[in-house]
């Protein structure tokens, strides 16, 4: 049973930085599809980055420039790399795996971000 773990998120002013990682468990991370969610008070949760096992990316239009999401397969882990943050970033942020062909869909417990002066 693959799990996930996130941490970095915290309190930081707009302008700023924040690094989130997400640590999986198990051993065939490096065929999944890593994906970044968020989900604001009262919002419908959002895509926010993606990463395929070949390292192919994609984000939301309202994050390109400002986030990279990476990962380190030998370490099992993915990183959202969120910089110019703005105050309508702040959400939890989630991540997920995904194989379809292995019947894998598990996300983790969330991570609070907060922008804000």
């Known amino acids: 049973q693959v799990q996930l773990v996130e941490s970095g998120g915290g309190l930081v002013q707009p302008g700023g930085s924040l690094r989130l990682s997400c640590a999986a468990s198990?051993?065939?991370?490096?065929?999944?599809?890593m994906d970044w969610y968020r989900q604001a008070s009262g919002k419908q949760r959002e895509l926010v980055a993606s990463?395929?096992?070949?390292?192919?990316?994609n984000y939301a239009d309202s994050v390109k420039g400002r986030f990279t999401i990476s990962r380190d397969n030998a370490k099992n882990t993915v990183n959202l790399q969120m910089d110019n943050l703005k105050p309508e970033d702040t959400a939890v942020y989630y991540c997920?795996?995904?194989?379809?062909?292995?019947?894998?869909?598990?996300w983790g417990q969330g991570t609070q971000v907060t922008v804000s002066s």
């Open positions: 997920n795996a995904r194989n379809a062909g292995l019947l894998i869909d598990v």
């Open positions: 198990g051993s065939i991370f490096r065929f999944y599809t």
């Open positions: 990463i395929t096992s070949s390292g192919r990316t």
